[in-house]
């Protein structure tokens, strides 16, 4: 299965970083490119376990809609979406968060599985996998802009 693993450092106390990837506000405002918003479920403020979003968002030219729920959660250090409808055959995001001196260091691990099979599989690799690092690597940026801005909010 695919997987991606992406590293941030943040100059921001743990509890902030931690809010802020789990604001439904802050990651419509992280995917302005796609149009990506919160149409069910919770659909603003913060998430929760066990709590449901609803995403639609334009990718390819195609408006998809993904819905995940927060699967685990041990604030601040971790939690866990995972899709439970959507295009993909399997998509599962984490978010670690691990306190430094000086700030906080986020790990997103997603592994993320096309449902077409064997030719999925090619897409999984070819295309997919550096489509979903880019945004995610957007997305922490804006994180990382908001979490050492000294006005930070989640």
Known sequence: MPAITLTTAILAPI???FDLARS???????MGATN???????????IGLGQEVTWEARHFGVRWHLTSRITAYE???YFQDTMITGPFATFVHEH??????????????????SPLGALGGLVDRVILRS??????????????????SPTAGS
Do not use: W
């Open 96 to 113: 670690h968060f691990v306190a430094e001196q000086g700030g906080t260091t986020m790990r997103d691990n997603i592994e993320f599985r």
């Open 24 to 30: 439904i506000d802050r990651h419509v405002e992280s």
């Open 36 to 46: 990506e918003r919160a149409v069910a479920g919770v659909t603003s403020g913060l």
């Open 131 to 148: 489509y979903l690092r880019k945004l995610l690597a957007r997305r922490n940026v804006v994180l990382k802009r908001l979490a050492e």
């Open 75 to 77: 604030r601040p250090r």
């Open 15 to 17: 509890d902030r970083c």
